[in-house]
């Protein structure tokens, strides 16, 4: 493990049980790969009804691309905001989160970026098999904008 989870939450602006990510396991200019159990936390902020729908995976895909996004630029002195402005050719091989064993494996690969904006290729895993899958595409705030 490269970062836990406190080191994360210094680098998103999500806090609490909002903050989905518990470890960065690698983590290079193109690529990261986070683990978390936290699809198995009864206290999980997105549970509806007691289930974790695997339309969650894309927040999880999404703070990946977050930590990543901070990671690149480390002379931020603060956590920056962000948007996730578009989700395409996601598919889901699950219909829940909150019933698969284990840790989910979050791999995020930059297929587009810059300073404001980036494209993100991204898979959300269980040990056993992908569980969602697709592309996702963030607005950075970029701290000139306030």
């Given amino acids: 493990m490269i970062l836990d989870g406190d080191a994360i ?3 998103v602006p999500h806090r609490g049980e909002m903050c989905l990510l518990e470890s960065v396991e690698s983590w290079d200019r193109e690529a990261i790969v986070c683990t978390t159990t936290r699809h198995l936390a009864a206290h999980n902020p997105l549970r509806r009804g007691g289930r974790l729908s695997a339309v969650h995976a894309i927040e999880f895909a ?3 691309a977050a930590v990543h996004a901070s990671l690149n630029t480390p002379t931020t002195p603060q956590p920056r905001g962000g948007l996730l402005v578009s989700v395409r050719h996601c598919t889901f091989h699950c219909d829940s989160l909150d019933d698969i064993p284990g840790p989910l494996r979050i791999e995020m690969r930059l297929a ?3 300073a404001a904006f980036a494209t993100y290729d ?3 895993a269980s040990p056993a098999r992908v569980l969602a899958e697709g592309r996702l595409g963030l607005l950075v705030e970029t ?3 306030r």
């Fill in 112 to 114: 587009a970026g810059g």
């Fill in 122 to 124: 991204f898979s959300v």
């Fill in 9 to 11: 939450r210094g680098l």
């Fill in 62 to 64: 999404a703070q990946a």
């Fill in 143 to 145: 701290g000139s904008s």
